[in-house]
């Protein structure tokens, strides 16, 4: 059977600030991305996500981002590969103390937006962020856009990799994601994105922007917290992915008793 996971952004409220609804989208994904304080997130939050996604059963992450609240980490920032590798560090040991003291730990680290994007073609860049996830703890794995630079710097040091498809993304041709302010980027029809999704997770290709469709190999989708009526959506995606049946189950660590390092048979 098909295995697929369904990871979400989750604890990207701050103080008063509150973005999305994490306790009713928690119960129908598999893996929550939990934002670490530098473009969305604060101790409380992450304290309360790392609870709720343990009560759920849900493995958990570090979101990792360039420092910029004011921008959600959506800006692009150069940075040279020690300060990439010391933020991710740094975010990455944030959240892993709250896993540690709630009696858990840490399953997979992704970056976010602007990070999550230049790392996909900056092999540089990509390996630094790799490497701190691997100086941290090399059982950990690590989340990039499918078939990009950033899980083959992962696997490159023999780190479990996740290559990940989005439902709600529209590709370009090279299959790398539309930049979020090009016309049609984003897609807001639900049954559109859905079907997308189940198309990623069963026939491993996705329709393109100006026809056709392109390869995409991928064992986990990601469904964003921020959206309208998030938790809507990735109930129906759920059901959806199961009726094409297709098995939904996050995926596990290096030392869970399997090997994972080949994420994309």
């Keep these: 059977m098909t295995s697929i996971d369904l990871n979400c952004d989750l604890g990207e409220s701050f103080g008063a600030w509150r973005m999305g609804d994490d306790a009713a989208v928690m119960p129908w994904i598999t893996s929550a991305n939990i934002a670490c304080g530098f473009h969305a997130g604060d101790f409380s939050t992450m304290h309360k996500t790392v609870h709720l996604a343990m009560r759920h059963g849900i493995a958990i992450g570090a979101h990792v981002s360039l420092p910029d609240l004011q921008g959600f980490g959506r800006r692009e920032m ?57 100086d941290f703890d090399p059982t950990l794995i690590l989340v990039g856009l499918a078939g990009s630079a950033l899980p083959r710097a992962g696997a490159a040091l ?27 980027a984003v897609i807001d029809d639900a049954e559109t994105a859905v079907a997308q999704a ?25 469904v964003h917290g921020d959206r309208p009526e998030a938790a809507t959506f990735a109930r129906r995606l759920r059901q959806a992915l199961t009726a094409a049946g297709v098995r939904v189950a996050a995926p596990a660590r290096a030392d869970a008793g399997r090997d994972c390092r080949e994420a994309v048979e």
Excluded at 81 to 106: M, S, V
Excluded at 163 to 183: I, M, N, V
């Design 198 to 222: 189940v198309q990623i997770a069963t026939m491993g290709k996705v329709d393109v922007a100006g026809g056709g469709t392109v390869a995409l190999a991928a064992n986990t989708i990601c």
């Design 78 to 134: 150069r940075l040279a590969p020690a300060e990439a590798h010391a933020l991710t560090l740094y975010q990455i040991g944030a959240l892993a103390a709250f896993a540690r003291a709630a009696g858990t730990r840490l399953a997979h680290v992704k970056p976010h937006g602007a990070l999550y994007n230049q790392a996909a073609k900056d092999a540089a860049l990509a390996e630094a962020i790799a490497r701190a996830v691997h």
């Design 158 to 184: 023999g780190l479990a990799v996740a290559h990940e498809a989005f439902a709600d993304r529209r590709y370009a041709a090279d299959g790398s994601l539309l930049p979020r302010g090009e016309p049609g």
